[in-house]
């Protein structure tokens, strides 16, 4: 039901408004991004994304890219193609989801190759949440040893290089 209430908005908005161009969302098409979004329709939201980055929240309060990280790998493409549009926003903390970012929530769901995905962002530092915890230690926590070597060795790295261009200047 969602999805095809989802659709005939899209396609409405799609045939109203296919001449003119935009820099943001009315009230159709931002309800269709949250129910596109609700009911994980991934087509939709790739539609939808370049006007979704800047002030849009879900109903539970999320910003997009903190949305799509917590829903994993089935957004990766629409995270992937957001790229340096998204690169400020992988370090914004979200107050509504404990400050954390969309690294913690990738990784405290387990979605390995968007964790990857973010990590391989150069802007990306270890940040903390409210409860002083990292990327990292919600992926332990929550039982996913894997990312939480992944971090680690990751931020190990990363600053092992830094010194290095550091010690080189």
Partial sequence: HGFLEALRLLLWIYEKDKTNSK???SEEEKRCAKLALQNDHVDI???FWPLLME???TDSGQRMIHCLA???CRYLNVLEKMGDASVN???RPDAEQNDMTPLHLAA???HFKVVKYFASCTKVTD???SSGQTPADLARIQGHQEIADFLLTHLQTKRHAQKRR???L
């Fill in 127 to 129: 940040p903390k949440n």
């Fill in 166 to 168: 550091a010690s080189s």
């Fill in 89 to 91: 926003d992988l370090n």
């Fill in 55 to 57: 002030n849009f929240r």
């Fill in 70 to 72: 917590e829903k994993g």
């Fill in 108 to 110: 405290q769901n387990g």
């Fill in 23 to 25: 820099e943001e969302l």
């Fill in 45 to 47: 939201v790739d539609f």
